[in-house]
């Protein structure tokens, strides 16, 4: 098993760059026991905190009675998405930012293809609800290497949140007054304890 205040660092080095999409490089996913580059469910597990494992998807269904689960977009929570097209195992993204009420960003790995090969991470990738309840039951995500939001409309489940199954929020409000999953993780890594 890998040393956890490693995994916390790796992906912290998330944190020291200014570009709209972030890899690792190899040698960190190596020291990580990672060879052909980070899958989204192993990548989430260690950003987020949250100890689900298995194909994205089953995260949803593992969370009841573990973890929290709603419709409201919240740093630190991971959005999980289901089954879709060529995305057979779902998809597992970790909010980064609350922008607006539909609008979020988040920190992902194995999404976009990024200088022709999988298994990269992307840091602050925009993600919109476009559902029509406003429920983030359906979102379109920004792709870095086309540059555009793009056409598909992928349907997720909703967010697990790291806290006890009792404290989900079930309304989107202002989050960005909690401290950011990033700071918290560099915070941890530098011994700090705000």
């Known amino acids: 098993m890998a040393n956890p205040l490693k995994a916390i660092a790796a992906a ?22 990672v060879s052909n580059g980070w899958q989204c469910a192993q990548f ?8 689900i ?12 009675g573990k973890y929290a689960r709603g419709s409201a977009p919240e740093v630190g929570a991971v959005l999980v998405f289901k089954p879709h097209g060529g995305m ?8 980064s930012q609350v922008v607006t009420d539909r609008v979020i960003q988040v920190t992902h790995a194995n999404w976009s293809r990024i200088d022709g090969s999988r298994g990269q991470v992307e ?6 609800d476009v559902s029509s309840s406003g429920d983030w039951s359906e979102v379109k995500v920004w792709n870095n290497p086309t540059s555009d939001l793009g056409t598909t409309i992928y ?9 006890a199954q009792q404290s989900a929020p079930n309304t989107a409000t202002a989050k960005n007054d909690s401290p950011d999953a990033i700071s918290r993780l560099l915070s941890v890594v530098s011994g700090d304890n705000h």
């Open 53 to 64: 494992f298995g194909d994205a998807y089953t995260w949803w269904r593992q969370a009841v």
């Open 12 to 33: 912290a080095l998330i944190v020291g760059t200014s570009l709209a999409a972030t890899t690792f490089t190899a040698g960190v996913a190596n020291a990580e026991g």
């Open 44 to 51: 989430a597990r260690l950003f987020s905190g949250i100890q």
């Open 88 to 95: 057979k195992l779902g998809h597992v993204a970790v909010v």
């Open 123 to 128: 840091k602050d990738v925009t993600v919109v």
């Open 155 to 163: 349907p997720t489940f909703g967010f697990v949140y790291k806290g």
